[in-house]
């Protein structure tokens, strides 16, 4: 029964270090300190577990061992629980035998009535129960439940500014403002953005992807790559397009759009070289690994851990990839959350297929809405310009 107590104290001391210093949230952090209160329960068990099973000198021996053990028990079920849905990993085995190691041991506590020592008065045993719970619910809701739930808020967009002629109106140069901003309560990591300018028929935003426009340009938007929006944070760049020949261009307006795509800072960890990750396309094509999509321009891929040392014992390694894809008008982002080896994309245009995803990263992307500005009123703000 002693080296089942230490044996359950060893990862709870584990997590329990690392959880009170490193975690991502506030309410990890308490919990790392409850974990560690915990492992130290379960010392406390085991030296009165040597002393029950031998002289009994200490009246309460029996409850403490029999406190560890309840709690030894309960470790085991939640390291089990947190596994759900997921892949074996090596804390699954220890989940296991502890809980077959508990169960046994609390039967056999509950046939020598191990709780025999204790004398405290049933009223006051309720009371402490009762503001304990009530305690411990109005904390987990408030810094726990909250925080958890609370939706990240992030704004994208364009605006056209001025508009000038150069080399004898042969080229027109537009100026777009670009941004995307964090209105919410949660910081969030930028995995990469992307707009477009095109040009063609005046639209509604419904049909703003219709076949007909022409893509004039593209580019990112926000750098570097992984960088961290904070609440109330603002990141805004000014692009300025050209456009060849703008007195034969037929268009009826000049259309911009963004996409950015996020992940929750408070539920995984990002590391610093997810910048200097990028691959290109020549590279790409040599590896040819089979896991890229076709007409990949580039890669940025890493490693990513989750916000609590629990949650990275108990789940398998997960990393991050993401690619910009030459889809002809229309290039886009992908984006992969998934563990080495398997290929689980992110379709945003199919939610439910990736909504565990979603869940457990908050991975968002943020679409701004179409900026359209009438052709012939471009032109004329340049030739005025």
Known sequence: MVLGLLATACPLFRIGLSDSGDALTYGGRIAGFTVLVAAVVELIAAAAAVDYWRKRRWSYSGVAVLAGVVLALLCSISFLF???????????????????????????????????????????????????????????????????VLPPVIQSGAEFRESILANGGAQMYVTVHL??????????????????IHGGPASSVS???????????????????????????????????????????AYEAVKAQTDVYVIRKDRMTMPSDYERSRVGAARLKREASGGDPPNAEYRYRSAISNSSEILNLTRRRQRISVWRVDNGE???????????????????????????????????????????MPYPELLQKARSG
């Open 82 to 148: 947190l596994q759900v849905g997921e892949c074996f990993t090596g804390y699954t085995l220890v989940g296991i035998v502890l809980a077959i190691w508990s169960s046994v041991a609390l039967f056999r506590l509950i046939r020598c009535r191990a709780w025999q020592g204790l004398h405290v008065p049933r009223k006051i045993a309720i009371g402490v129960i009762v503001s304990t719970l009530l305690a411990g619910t109005n904390l987990a809701y408030t810094q726990l439940y909250v925080p958890y």
């Open 179 to 196: 941004y995307v901003k964090n209105a919410g309560q949660v910081p969030v990591y930028i995995l990469d953005s992307i707009y477009w």
């Open 207 to 249: 049909d703003a992807k219709a076949a007909r426009d022409d893509l004039i340009y593209d580019g990112a938007f926000v750098t570097p790559v992984g960088r961290v929006l904070n609440p109330g944070e603002e990141v805004a760049q000014d692009a300025v397009v050209e456009i060849n020949n703008p007195q034969k261009r």
């Open 330 to 372: 229309w290039p886009a982002i992908v984006v992969d959350v998934s563990p080495p080896g398997d290929r689980i994309a992110f379709d945003p245009i199919r939610p439910l297929k990736n909504q565990k995803i979603i869940d457990r990263y908050g991975l968002t992307r943020v679409r701004g809405s179409t900026a359209q």
